[in-house]
């Protein structure tokens, strides 16, 4: 109970631009959260002891990481503003219409683009990219371009 009022106080909160008093409650409340990370306003992180996020990674305005799973972030990772990482889903052939969970993993180098999902159970391996408004529905092979809903590979990423 006491992360959601965390949560909606020095996270959601977009007057909020310090990323140190993120880091500090991230890692109160069980995340492991690397160096020079920068954790942008107004973001929303449901469980913060099921999230580890790398050195150097970039979390964007608005990005929300809805972790009814465990999340792992790599190194160097960008999350875009408005960017989802979805962990949960639900089973539509059930009457009961049961919760399904699914972690997420985003390797060294992934860049998820602006107002883009990553459905449960994707791994977006090394360097991949999921351009703006695109949806991850299975796993981003790595130094690949991602585009569409769902996301198909469009090209070959080539890093100079």
């Known amino acids: 109970m006491l992360w959601f009022f965390v949560n909606v106080f020095v996270f959601q909160n977009r007057w909020n ?47 929300w990481i809805d972790n009814l799973g465990t999340v792992s972030i790599g190194k160097n990772v960008c999350l875009s503003q408005g960017a989802m990482l979805l962990c949960g889903n639900h089973n539509y052939k059930k009457e009961s219409f049961d919760l399904m969970v699914g972690d997420i993993t985003l390797e060294n180098g992934v860049w998820i683009g602006a107002h883009s999902i990553v459905s449960p159970n994707v791994t977006c391996f090394s360097h991949s990219i999921l351009t703006v408004n695109s949806v991850a529905t299975s796993n981003l092979e790595a130094y690949t371009i991602y585009q569409g809903t769902p996301a198909k590979a469009i090209r070959k990423r080539v890093i100079e």
């Open 17 to 63: 631009a310090s990323s140190a008093s993120k880091v500090f409650f991230l890692k109160l409340f069980g995340a492991k959260i690397g160096k020079n990370v920068v954790l942008k306003p107004n973001i929303n992180i449901k469980y913060p002891w099921k999230l580890s996020i790398g050195d150097n990674s970039w979390i964007g305005e608005k990005v």
